[in-house]
């Protein structure tokens, strides 16, 4: 029994090397039309500037105004409640989804 103990031990912390290598082999290149830099509408440069971005900057400062003016509702977080500022991005809707958020403002960019 001792004999297998041993094994077993040498077995674990060869697979734990080979883990990392997996990793970085396998680690995916982010998708280009994401990044390429979008022109916001005058509603949306309201919120995140009217400077070129790529969408995923966009997303994220429109993120950083939902919690800077804490618009997620309390009991449902996956819900955004509107403000003034956000009820034209959001087609007048007063709450959506964080799912429809991202459509919504994907409309809003050239």
């Known amino acids: 029994m001792a004999a297998k103990k041993t094994t077993a031990a ?3 912390p060869a697979a734990a090397k080979k883990a990392p290598a997996k990793k970085a082999a396998g680690a995916k290149k982010p998708n280009a039309a ?4 979008m022109t916001p ?5 309201e919120i995140v500037g009217n400077k070129p971005l790529p969408r ?7 993120w950083d105004y939902i919690k800077k003016n804490n618009l997620q509702d ?3 977080k996956r819900q955004i409640n509107a403000d003034d500022k956000l009820k ?6 007063k709450s ?3 799912f429809e958020m991202t459509a919504l403002v994907n409309k809003q960019l050239t």
């Open 88 to 93: 034209p991005i959001f087609g007048g809707k």
């Open 41 to 45: 509408s005058a509603a949306l440069a």
């Open 96 to 98: 959506v989804t964080m």
């Open 74 to 76: 309390a009991k449902n």
């Open 10 to 12: 040498k077995k674990a």
């Open 34 to 37: 994401f990044m390429k830099e």
């Open 56 to 62: 995923t900057q966009v997303v994220s400062k429109i």
